[in-house]
């Protein structure tokens, strides 16, 4: 079972990097209905799998791995911890602006995405990107037994 929970916390952490990756990818194309909807997908996704992490995270915290006095005694794990908090605060713009699409798209409309939102989403991704990689690198930091 142990094998399967990490499996799946890993799957759900690959699922939503690759979902601000295409999101990036699709923020530099030329705007249209379908990168609209696809965009809503991906956020839609990348919030699932937020929470997987979450959920599956803290099965493992709980009951598998080490156990919870291990893992709540590690500064790496608690910056991992502060840093997932703090890339989920700031996804909640893009969030907001794409779910508001959804009228407009059903009504076969494009919306209005002008060119400072669209910056402020990418950098807001970009962002995220850097929040994942100091998670990863706490992760490493963990694995191996550092505290601080």
Not at 26 to 39: D, G, V, Y
Not at 99 to 114: I, M
Request: glycine fraction near 10%; charge should be positive; charged fraction near 15%.
């Amino acid at each position: 079972m142990n094998i399967l929970i990490a499996f799946l916390h890993h799957l759900a952490v690959f699922t939503l990097v690759v979902c601000i990756a295409v999101e990036l990818v699709l923020l530099h194309q030329t705007f249209n209905r379908e990168i609209a909807n696809t965009l809503r997908f991906l956020d839609g996704l990348y919030g699932a799998s937020a929470g997987a992490i979450l959920l599956i995270g803290s099965l493992r915290v709980m009951s598998y791995e080490k156990g919870a006095d291990y893992y709540l005694h590690s500064g790496p794990f608690l910056m991992k911890l502060g840093i997932f908090a703090l890339v989920g605060l700031i996804s909640i713009y893009p969030t907001i602006v794409f779910y508001k699409w959804g009228k407009t798209l059903r009504q076969g409309v494009l919306p209005n995405f002008d060119g400072e939102q669209r910056s402020r989403i990418v950098g807001i991704l970009y962002a995220e990107i850097i929040g994942l990689v100091l998670i990863i690198l706490n992760a490493v930091l963990m694995a191996k037994g550092v505290q601080f």
